[in-house]
């Protein structure tokens, strides 16, 4: 088990950026696949983007080309650059992480087992 701490989140404008930060606990971090999920209220979880242990990714089509996901195993820590905010985009982020040495990205909610408490983006329009 990991214990993962959200920060970043924030009130924008539509067209801003922002840049969350996931930090993790333990010593194997790359030995852990990593994603970035968000709900909207009335709405269910959705994968935003993961990044397997390797650095191998996939994005939701919604944000393909304006947000990127990396991480630094050094730190400990996986990122999520958001560039071009919409107001669609208003919804809280949670980080995830499961034990994984596999090569493919993971991309259902199901299939994390740790999950941050969440931080609160709100695109303005």
């Known amino acids: 088990q990991v214990q993962l701490v959200e920060s970043g989140g924030g009130l924008v404008q539509a067209g801003g950026s922002l840049r969350l930060s996931c930090a993790a606990s333990?010593?194997?971090?790359?030995?852990?696949?990593m994603g970035w999920f968000r709900q909207a209220p009335g709405k269910e979880r959705e994968l935003v983007a993961a990044i397997s242990g390797g650095g191998s990714t996939n994005y939701a089509d919604s944000v393909k080309g304006r947000f990127t996901i990396s991480r630094s195993n050094a730190k400990n820590t996986v990122y999520l650059q958001m560039n071009s905010l919409k107001p669609e985009d208003t919804a809280v982020y949670y980080c995830a992480a499961v034990r994984h040495l596999g090569t493919i990205v993971l991309v259902k909610s199901a299939q994390y087992d740790n999950w941050g408490q969440g931080t609160q983006v709100t695109v303005s329009s």
């Open positions: 333990g010593r194997t971090f790359s030995a852990y696949a």
